[in-house]
């Protein structure tokens, strides 16, 4: 979808009324709802008042008095973006003397301001220099002689945006954006009179400020006072294409601003539905990678992973990996290869992936990363409720009453929805969070916490079991929704367990850390206080009893009748852009398409009509089960597409020695990640600027993807798994992603609606869309839950094995940050590295002193799976008792150290909690030293590749 670059901007907010007025303005009749600005409705009459201050994404500030109008029987001017429309008005936007009240308005601006429009970055995209031709100024009688802030002082500390105040206005549009939008409350107007400055801080340089980069101020700066150092070095777009991001599973939409094949910049797009114009650092300016030096742009082979990497041809190296999986098949069986889908490709490129595992390996041996984040999601919502995913929209947040996080750092992980729900709380809702750390949101700028709850790693469900016997034992439950909507007999039970004395928040207390008392208030507000919303991420799934948990929040929901209605829920924050999309396409081996058992005939029959093949009907390997097979000799080739299980999967040791275990491992990437350091076939990958797709979002909305480039490698990754299975000789024959998802909503009942077209009309759509919910369904289960009645379903709470011990004392627990993403394959090579550039240890000062540790020291890791060494930071958001620490690069080894106990209902790993000890050190550990070895080793391998002679390429021997 090409777009224009300059969207309407309709100056002020749309407001929602079920009122109307009618008023006349310059003789044209308008009616808009009650409570609509003056401003608003004269744009929907077809006429733009002027404006500096004023923008449709911020409430209304009335300081530029450009936007200024005259109304009938009343005095004076009022400004047209602070007075509301009203029945009957008769306003009048351009007289003489309103015109030479702007002139003289925009006179003072000019006097101050440099004349270098021609030279500026912001040439062509100015609204100052619009207004000064609305206007009709055309001299100013002011001269520069006296004081004036020509030559202040640029700010180019962020790398992606420079602050130029000699162009400022003062407009206040940039903090009220900080405040509004973003919630960071960064930025102020220092000074007063003819000293007003917007400064970030304390008159700080942006990178040493409160600022987050999600460049809300820089979208709403009307000048050229904040500006992206990509439009400063390369020029104003051209054109610009909807797109959607590529990293967390908020899923903004965009416009990929262009000139010709090159990315200038990304804008938010203010009909995004997941994002309405807002960005974080990530979204907004960490695209680089797409075009960096390191991307592989060329198929390359290899015997043995101690040999050099040959470059070959697109069909050699997909010809080599089609013959090694026949050639494993024959000697070892049909099951002895398999496939992982990815995250972080399209949900047609997915769909490809299993199909090709499905049809032409013959077998159900796919796994998706989805594994080992979000499956317990997938498994204990369909317990309880009937469905998958999460019930609501994000916007649903703005009528919950009582918001309450589990497991889930909103301001790190999913940036945008945050600034949502700070908005929410800002208006008076109250919060609840549950988590080891003093996480942000616990208090930041005008939002604090009610509660903070914050329990021992590991004991997420004797937490939730205590809410649930405060509110069962108190009467505190939503009885009516309960006898209607849900399953008595499962009810009785699971009530009869929470309501005995040993899941009291007294007893429990022990175990959780959490003060019994504080609990009780806790379960109390959230029972009470109104609409319920429950927002959670990895730190409910990636346990021992992360189903179980999962089981246990929608419990909580369904007791209390927080369920089917907007501003309540059970919300799911997906950690990349596509989780959800991966799993909705059968990227699991016990699933198709649709989350719907391999087993089942019906199913599996309209399946094999469509693909013309047989189905196993029993499941197949998942991921930890081929490493283990992979060690014990049976499992020996892999295809890989986008994911990088070397780094991210725990226990880093036992994967590299499942990788070391088969003959054949084919990734699909676009650099020579971690787990491609072990293949033997490399295929290059496409970023989502190179291809045509949907992904799909927490709140389980389909987006666009549009390609704005063609494929820096030839081929975007549909393609590639098109071409691997024709070499297999397994017939694909699609000419778009378009007819893959045709085929997809063919055979997907919650599916059967959605078309590219259909997505085109709305924007985006929510899943399910089918005959009965044509246009999406934005709020699941209102009249009823998917499964029939909810069902409850009892949380015992079992301690995890991971047990502290005197030799490991401390519990480790792991997360993101907000700069980074996931791996950092992608951030790692963007500017993203000057807020983070290595992973660290979070520890209380307690622990820090008991050990000598001092902030900035290395100190070593051990666990019962290996140890790693890292640099400490010595902080108070810890308890006593619990360190942490990310996982975005691959020389830290988090992971190493990791062990592989997981979910007991999906094998989903548990990251969150593992025994350690922590000792200053003097040198990296064993692992690390053997990694740099590897790594410099395969590095080397990979370059040797690119100075050969292409046309001597020869297919290792068997």
Not at 406 to 420: L, Y
Not at 472 to 500: H, I, N, P
Request: proline residues 5%; glycine residues 8%; negative net charge.
């Amino acid at each position: 979808m090409l777009d224009h670059l300059k969207e309407t901007d309709y100056g002020t907010p749309k407001r929602e009324s079920t009122r109307e007025v009618t008023l006349e303005i310059d003789g044209t009749e308008v009616t808009v709802p009650a409570g609509t600005s003056l401003m608003r409705a004269a744009v929907d009459a077809g006429i733009n008042v002027p404006k500096l201050c004023a923008t449709d994404s911020l409430e209304p500030f009335g300081s530029c008095r450009l936007c200024l109008v005259e109304i009938e029987g009343r005095k004076g001017f009022p400004a047209s973006c602070t007075t509301p429309a009203e029945a009957g008005m008769k306003v009048r936007t351009q007289t003489p003397k309103l015109q030479d009240l702007r002139k003289g308005v925009m006179e003072l601006y000019i006097s101050d301001h440099p004349l270098d429009c021609l030279t500026c970055s912001a040439n062509g995209n100015c609204e100052l220099q619009d207004m000064a031709g609305v206007t009709g100024l055309r001299n100013v009688r002011y001269g520069f002689d006296g004081a004036n802030h020509l030559k202040d002082q640029k700010d180019e500390s962020n790398p992606y945006f420079s602050y130029d105040p000699s162009k400022c206005i003062v407009c206040n549009r940039c903090v009220r954006a900080c405040e509004e939008t973003q919630g960071t409350f960064a930025l102020t107007i220092s000074g007063r009179g003819f000293e007003s400055r917007v400064s970030p801080g304390q008159d700080e340089a942006f990178m040493d400020s409160e600022c987050v980069s999600c460049g809300a101020c820089v979208e709403a700066c009307p000048t050229a006072t904040l500006q992206e150092k990509s439009v400063i070095w390369l020029g104003q777009p051209e054109h610009s294409v909807i797109t959607t991001c590529a990293y967390c599973g908020v899923g903004c939409a965009f416009k990929a601003e262009m000139k010709g094949n090159e990315v200038v910049r990304m804008v938010p797009w203010k009909d995004g539905k997941a994002n309405e114009g807002h960005s974080c650092v990530k979204g907004r300016f960490a695209w680089g990678y797409a075009t960096h030096q390191d991307r592989m742009l060329k198929p390359m082979i290899r015997k043995n992973i101690s040999d050099p990497w040959q470059e070959v041809s697109w069909d050699t190296a997909l010809n080599y990996a089609a013959g090694e999986f026949k050639r494993l098949q024959a000697k070892y069986g049909k099951d002895s290869i398999g496939g992982i889908t990815s995250s972080r490709c399209t949900n047609e490129e997915t769909y490809l992936v299993q199909k090709l595992v499905r049809a032409a390996f013959g077998n159900n041996n796919v796994d998706t990363c989805a594994r080992v984040c979000h499956s317990p999601t997938g498994y204990g919502l369909k317990q309880t409720l009937g469905e998958s995913a999460g019930t609501q929209t994000f916007a649903s947040v703005d009528k919950a009453d009582v918001i309450m996080v589990i497991g889930a750092n909103p301001t790190d992980g999913h940036p945008v929805f945050a600034s949502r729900m700070k908005k929410r709380l800002r208006q008076g809702a109250k919060l609840i969070v549950v988590d080891p750390r003093r996480i942000d949101i616990v208090k930041s700028p005008h939002v604090e916490a009610a509660h903070h709850l914050q329990l021992r790693p590991g004991t997420n469900v004797a937490v939730v079991t205590a809410l649930a016997h405060v509110i069962v034992t108190e009467g505190l439950m939503a009885d009516d929704f309960v006898a209607e909507r849900c399953d008595l007999v499962s009810f009785k039970e699971w009530k009869s367990y929470v309501e005995r004395p040993e899941q009291s928040p007294e007893a429990t207390e022990q175990a959780t850390g959490v003060p019994a008392a504080e609990l009780r208030a806790a379960a109390r507000l959230f029972a009470t206080a109104g609409n319920g919303a429950i927002y959670y991420g990895l730190g409910v799934t990636e346990h021992s009893q992360g189903s179980t948990t999962v089981m246990g929040i929608a419990n909580l929901a369904m007791v209390t009748g927080n369920v089917g209605r907007e501003g309540v829920g059970v919300n799911p924050l997906r950690g990349q852009n596509n989780v959800q999309g991966a799993c909705d396409m059968g990227s699991f081996p016990h699933e198709l398409p649709g989350y719907r058992h391999v087993s089942d005939s019906t199913t599996r029959a309209s399946f094999e009509a469509a693909w013309g093949v047989q189905i196993d009907p029993e499941p197949g390997l998942r991921i930890p089960n081929m490493f283990e097979a992979a060690i014990g000799g049976s499992f020996k080739g892999l295809y890989c597409e986008g994911e990088d299980i070397v780094q991210s999967d725990p226990n880093t040791q036992h994967v590299a020695a499942a990788m070391m275990g088969m003959e054949c491992v084919v990734v699909q990437d676009m650099f020579l990640n971690e787990t491609a350091k072990y293949a033997h076939v490399f295929l290059p990958g496409s970023s989502f600027l190179e291809k045509d797709g949907t992904f799909t979002n927490a709140e389980r909305r389909i987006s666009r993807v549009r390609k704005v480039m063609p494929p820096k490698a030839g081929y975007a990754d549909w393609e590639v798994t098109v071409k691997l299975a024709q070499a297999l000789g397994y017939p694909m024959d699609y000419s778009s992603p378009e007819e893959i998802m045709d085929e997809i909503a063919a055979l997907t009942p919650t599916f059967h609606g959605v078309s590219y077209q259909r997505l085109d009309e709305l924007g985006s759509i929510q899943w399910p869309c089918n005959e009965a919910a044509p246009e999406g369904t934005p709020t699941m289960h209102i009249d009823a839950f998917v499964r029939g009645k909810g069902k409850f379903i009892v949380t015992q709470y079992v301690a995890t094995d991971e047990k502290v011990t005197r030799m490991f004392p401390l519990l480790l627990t792991t997360g993101r940050i907000l700069s980074q993403y996931n791996v950092g394959a992608q951030t790692r090579r963007t500017e993203n590295n000057q807020w983070h550039s290595e992973d660290r240890l979070e520890i209380h000062p307690h622990d820090a002193e008991e050990r000598g540790v001092k902030d900035g020291d290395w100190v070593g890791i051990q666990s019962r799976a290996g140890e790693t060494v890292l640099r400490a930071m010595v902080s108070e958001r810890m308890q006593p008792g619990v360190v942490y620490t990310t996982f975005h690069f691959p020389e830290s080894g988090a992971n190493v150290i990791t062990t592989d106990n997981s979910d007991w209902a999906t094998n989903c790993p548990e990251y969150k909690v593992t025994a350690v000890q922590v000792a200053p050190v003097m040198q990296p550990s064993a692992w690390q030293q053997e990694y740099s070895r590897f790594n410099k080793v395969q590095l080397e391998l990979a370059t040797a590749s690119a100075a050969q002679d292409p046309r001597n390429e020869t297919i290792p021997a068997k």
